[in-house]
């Protein structure tokens, strides 16, 4: 499904791209996972542009890459570049985030949606580890694996983090609250733990880690101890079940 040229431009400007930008997005959506060779050949933009507009689109939150030989790049739903554009604008004006609610109604959003659901191939999510760069990516990714969680959630953080990990909690957790079994092992004071507004357990010592692991089948490990710029903060994740199990049993025996 190719989206025609005034579509094209129409999401240029709503979402501040630019035209190579958008046909690179547009074609990933379409696509699920893809090379940049592959993104160049079937967009239309230069191979030697095709790099730079895929690290400028992963540092805006519109993709993700994903490790590997040859490095291949994954598209994000619509409905989370929609959420995380809404963050940004929201620190500017209440007028520009009225605006991104708004194309949720709209036909171009509809058609953003149809590329996504409808793509010739789609990755699977079982063999897919990502690496995750930029604090607010790190947030926006982990708040969607709170809000897929079904059975139980653990976090070992700093003091820091819990408090980074108890506001996206409160966010996400809003409508299956009571149902998960939420475990945080961090050292907090009272202070901090008046933030909690949902039923979980708190382990009150220093894992000497971050990380988090979802159902016993997704993890993510940060790769820094969070005191570095936000900018620099990276995590990787994984889905596997075995995986996550046994680095779960080794690290934490007890959980």
């Not at 191979?47 to 519109?62: M, W």
């Not at 994903?66 to 409905?79: L, R, V």
């Not at 959420?83 to 620190?91: A, F, L, M």
């Not at 953080?157 to 945080?184: D, P, S, V």
Request: charged content about 30%; overall charge positive; aromatic content about 6%.
């Amino acid at each position: 499904m190719a989206l025609k040229q005034e579509m094209l431009l129409r999401l240029k400007e709503d979402f501040s791209l630019n035209i190579y930008e958008v046909k690179i997005w547009t074609v990933l959506l379409e696509k699920g996972v893809a090379t940049a060779g592959e993104l160049a050949d079937v967009s239309g933009v230069p191979r030697s542009r095709c790099y730079d507009v895929l690290e400028s689109l992963e540092k805006k939150g519109f993709i993700i890459m994903k490790i590997g030989k040859p490095i291949k790049y994954i598209s994000i739903p619509p409905e989370e570049i929609i959420d995380r554009v809404q963050k940004e604008i929201k620190e500017d004006t209440s007028l520009s985030l009225k605006m991104f609610e708004d194309i949720r109604a709209t036909e171009i959003f509809g058609d953003l949606e149809l590329l996504y659901k409808t793509g010739i191939e789609k990755h699977d999510s079982q063999d897919i580890s990502t690496a995750v760069t930029g604090r607010d990516n790190l947030n926006a990714f982990i708040r969607t694996l709170f809000e897929k969680a079904q059975k139980s959630i653990l976090i070992a953080t700093t003091e820091e983090g819990f408090t980074r990990k108890i506001n996206i909690l409160n966010k996400a957790l809003k409508k299956n609250k009571n149902k998960l079994a939420i475990t945080i092992i961090a050292p907090v004071t009272e202070k901090v733990q008046k933030k909690v507004k949902v039923k979980m357990t708190i382990i009150n010592q220093d894992p000497n880690t971050r990380a988090i692991f979802i159902d016993d089948q997704e993890m993510m490990f940060m790769l820094h101890e969070g005191k570095s710029d936000k900018h620099n903060d990276c995590g990787v994740w994984m889905e596997s079940p075995s995986c996550t199990r046994a680095v779960k049993k080794l690290l934490f025996p007890s959980n």
